[in-house]
């Protein structure tokens, strides 16, 4: 078999294996595999062959894979539907219990519950929208 072909066999499996991982090292390894791949298939010998994946290699490693991994873990720049609702504050309009009540968020008017379940906030107060569970938002007061 090729010396080619074989790296391109273990560029094949360490792609499947960073789809199934995720870890952003794996593909790395897997574009050193490919790179060594094509330097087999022009003929480069076998020791050389092992320099350029170790050279290819620790280069995306070290200074690709960091931006990577950067773009990746960066916080959701806007929440967006109900999510954005979370946080903010909330007008009652009806009194909100343990077991209902209406707010306005944002001007328009949801069903509303309170976090607390022992809690009872009367109309005109101000609250909190700690979570939404369908159409219900559960609200908790502003001290």
């Not at 870890?23 to 790179?35: E, F, H, K, Q, Y």
């Not at 330097?39 to 076998?46: D, E, N, Y």
């Not at 620790?58 to 979370?86: E, K, N, S, W, Y």
């Not at 309009?93 to 009872?120: F, K």
Request: contains cysteine; charged residues 15%; aromatic residues 8%.
């Amino acid at each position: 078999m090729d010396l080619w072909l074989i790296w391109l066999i273990i560029a094949a499996v360490l792609a499947v294996a960073e789809i199934l991982t995720l870890t952003a090292a794996l593909g790395m390894l897997s574009a050193a595999a490919l790179v060594t791949a094509g330097c087999a298939a022009i003929g480069l010998p076998l020791p050389f062959q092992f320099l350029v994946f170790a050279v290819v290699a620790t280069v995306t490693v070290l200074f690709v894979r960091p931006v990577a991994m950067r773009h990746m873990l960066q916080p959701q720049a806007a929440r967006f539907g109900i999510d954005a609702l979370v946080g903010k504050a909330a007008y009652v309009v009806s009194e909100v219990s343990g077991r209902g009540g209406r707010v306005r968020i944002d001007g328009e008017e949801w069903t509303a519950r309170a976090y607390d379940e022992t809690l009872v906030i009367p109309p005109g107060k101000t609250v909190d929208v700690i979570e939404i569970s369908g159409t219900t938002a559960f609200v908790y007061p502003r001290d």
